[in-house]
């Protein structure tokens, strides 16, 4: 592929049947006020982080846009150095896009919040409100809450009372729900589409007094009401009645939505061949690091759906789901049949099948290298903490954090200077044009660090070091640290938060108000 692809052909190409993957790689907050639809956001500073995951195949053809500026082809740059072979930029960018009066969204996860309205309003999910269920709640014991967004977000805030089953164990707990027959269901997220995919799960899996939380948990504190603040009950157990009902229930689902299946041994020729782009297990984190098929990755279920543009950005290429026993691959799988994915399969058997088969597994959290780090790690000067903190008693010592702002906000050494690595080598040298400039780098873990060392010794800077093990170790030889963003050389646009972890109720009512304008 060409260099450069013009706005018509980039069109053409997202309305073929052929693979590709096209990547915004400005700031994830400017994407989030501006983005191509059907695009993935890959900032910058996480193309070697991530890329390889979201594109395993180096032969798909990759297209990457910027506003239009000099981003764009330093991403194309990155992308050829660690081996991809066809990359091209849009020529003139999301300008040139928007200047032809072609559409545009505005917002995070689009399409998939998109598609939980459509199923809100062309599946009549019932629900209720806020004040609905306080009155519930008030006068009846008949009533169970799932919470299904993720153990972390639930460990933060939930409505009172409400139960941890996140989104993709839901069908494990379709039989006891059948069992105990409370007259109320309640299903809540955080907003409104983890709320109605899940009450719409349970329904088509033959629940009829299921409703979704209208609003979530943004809902209830727009109408007043006061949540639960770090809830101490873990996530129960699906019942054991439950998983062996659910095996019976997911093949039935799958034989009526025409789930295709595949078997251990043409998954382990496909994985050999490379003709899968997504190996997706769906199970919860701690699940996937007791052991897993080699070469997937860690999605739970929930997620899968919530954030699908955030994890698959090959378009039109082909997807396998697993979980332990192929149950709740078959509700992901299910809906992302529902989503338009063409090219979707379900382990036959699961991790159970590929283990009896005599198949290898990997066990541990996937925390891959990123691309170029060996390489950058040889070349760069890494010192550790006691060092630098002696370094850092010379005034004239630069301290770079390139991490994220939001780790930078948590947690940087005194007199540090944020920068985000998108922007490191174009903005630096306006900034600190003397390139014996003394500069410490550092970031949460160390790794950013490193890439970014590398990138300022290509620039000609001659006293560059990092903090080994960056902001973590540090704090760990007992050095102090700051909090707060004062100090930052760019906009703080890299992070975005939903408004239930931090906004204001304003944010909140706009963030909700913006999703029911996704069907229209």
Partial sequence: MNAAISCDDLARLMASAQRFAVFDVRERGEYNQCQIPDTTSLPRSQIEFRVAELVPDRDVQLIVYDEGGARAPLALATLTRVGYQHVAILDGGLGAWQSQGRPTFAGVNVPSKAFGERVHHERDVPDLTPEELKSLQDRSTDLVVLDVRTPEEYGRFCIPGGINVPGGDLILWVEELKRRKPTNVIVNCAGRTRSIIGAAALRRLGLTNVRALRNGTMGWVLAGFELEKNPQRPAPPPPAIGRDKAAALAHRIAEEESVSWISTLELSDALESRSIDYLIDVRSENEFASGHVPGSI??????????????????????????????????????????????????????????????????????????????????????????????????????????????????????????????????????????????????????????????????????????GGGVRAWSAAGFPTEQGVDGCLVECNDVVLSPSIRGTKEDMQRYLDWELTLTK
């Fill in 298 to 467: 860690s999605i739970p279920g929930g997620q899968a759906v919530q954030r699908a543009d955030d994890f698959v950005a090959v378009r039109n290429g082909r997807i396998v789901f697993i979980s332990n026993e192929s149950v709740r691959a078959v509700m992901a799988a299910y809906w992302y049949r529902q989503m338009g994915f063409s090219h979707v399969a379900v382990l036959q058997g699961g991790l159970r099948a590929w283990v009896e088969s005599g198949a290898k597994i990997e066990k541990g959290s996937l925390r891959n290298e990123p691309m170029g780090f060996e390489a950058a790690r040889q070349v760069v000067s890494v010192l550790e903490a006691p060092i630098v903190e002696g370094l850092m008693r010379d005034s004239s010592v630069l301290l770079l954090d390139v991490g994220t702002s939001l780790d930078f906000e948590t947690a940087h050494l005194s007199r540090a200077k944020w920068i985000s690595r998108g922007w490191l080598d174009l903005k630096l040298p306006e900034l600190y044009p003397e390139r014996t400039q003394p500069i410490v780098l550092t970031c949460a873990d160390g790794r950013s660090s490193i890439l970014a060392a590398l990138t300022l010794c290509e620039l000609g800077y001659s006293d560059v070091v990092v903090l």
